[in-house]
């Protein structure tokens, strides 16, 4: 109603499409075995601390495991990433028969596996967490995560058949109903990102024509405003003047006969005829009129030629650095 646009949040887009990978049956009983060691360490304070010790033997830094939570965004990542890295003193560790641990480690296999998977959603978490962002842009940011992530979904040779159809799983759920040409126009507009390479050159065509439409029309409102202003300081000056009671010239007598007396001696007054060559010979007489008269008085650019204008000047600036912030460039 407002003309705002509304764009789904694409992080939880993105968090909707792991789960929808992780629903495979290989993937999900990896991770019941991964869930049930993790388990047993948050259970057991002295496998915790077993653990800790022998993590610092191998000169590792000793971690927690972290437990994965259906509820919460990249956790499932977090697990695995924080598994792999200890996962040398959990196995050793798992071997201590005075612990009783009765569930089984993971067979190499499974860790290649888990290797995999890791590599699979570490750019989801990436995207996640800049799109979370609130002291910075990131609408301009949806439609190159989204494109980029669609091509790191995207099944290719090197892949087994396992991570294939995970692939294949997220790819289908990263299908959203997101509003392409308006993510194009916000990627153009944002320094960092118009020129990026995986938009298309009819991308590229229809997003221009939307924002030169759109910075028209606020030009337009913004010249109708500035002639309402103007036509209200006027309405007022002149609402000022009539409230004012007219000033009358009352002249004596003597005043009156000598005004006659001057106006009889005044010789003839000579009517020059306003011709093309005296209005050229007309000159400004300020210092402002010589020097502003020649800018002010042609005739003003319609609205189409300074978008047009400004357009080209901010497509030929150079792209700004990713790093920076495109509100303070």
Not at 58 to 86: C, H, Y
Request: charged share 30%; hydrophobic share 40%.
């Amino acid at each position: 109603m407002c003309g705002l646009q509304h764009v789904r949040c694409l992080a939880h887009v993105f968090n909707l499409t792991v789960h929808k990978g992780l629903k495979n049956e290989t993937v999900s009983n990896l991770l019941k075995k991964v869930r049930r060691i993790v388990g047993f360490f948050h259970r057991s304070s002295t496998a915790a601390a077993r653990l800790a010790a022998i993590a610092t033997a191998l000169g590792m830094k000793p971690l927690r495991l972290i437990q994965d939570v259906d509820t919460r965004w990249n956790s499932t990542f977090d697990m695995l990433e924080r598994f792999a890295g200890q996962r040398t003193a959990v196995d050793a560790t798992m071997k201590l028969r005075d612990l009783k641990i009765k569930e089984p480690p993971l067979t190499e296999d499974d860790g290649e596996f888990i290797d995999q998977l890791i590599k699979l959603l570490e750019p989801f978490k990436t995207a996640a967490t800049v799109l979370c962002g609130e002291k910075y842009l990131t609408v301009s940011l949806i439609f190159n995560y989204k494109k980029l992530l669609t091509l790191h979904v995207t099944a290719h040779d090197l892949d087994s058949e396992t991570i294939s159809r995970v692939k294949a799983a997220m790819l289908a759920a990263m299908i959203c109903k997101h509003v392409e040409l308006f993510l194009v126009e916000c990627s153009l507009v944002d320094p960092r990102f118009r020129d990026i390479q995986f938009i298309t050159d009819q991308n590229i065509t229809d997003a221009l024509a939307a924002i030169k439409n759109k910075m028209s029309t606020i030009a337009l409102r913004m010249g109708l405003m500035r002639q309402t202003a103007v036509t209200q300081e006027e309405a007022k000056a002149t609402a000022d003047d009539s409230d004012q009671p007219p000033q009358l010239n009352v002249l004596n007598d003597e005043e009156q006969s000598d005004d006659n007396n001057n106006y009889k001696e005044q010789e003839p007054a000579i009517v020059v005829e306003d011709t093309p060559e005296a209005d050229n010979d007309k000159k400004p007489t300020s210092a402002l009129g010589r020097l502003f008269d020649v800018f002010i008085t042609k005739e003003e650019s319609s609205a189409a030629d300074k978008v047009k204008l400004e357009l080209n000047c901010y497509l030929k600036e150079s792209r700004a650095k990713l790093k920076g912030n495109p509100i303070d460039w």
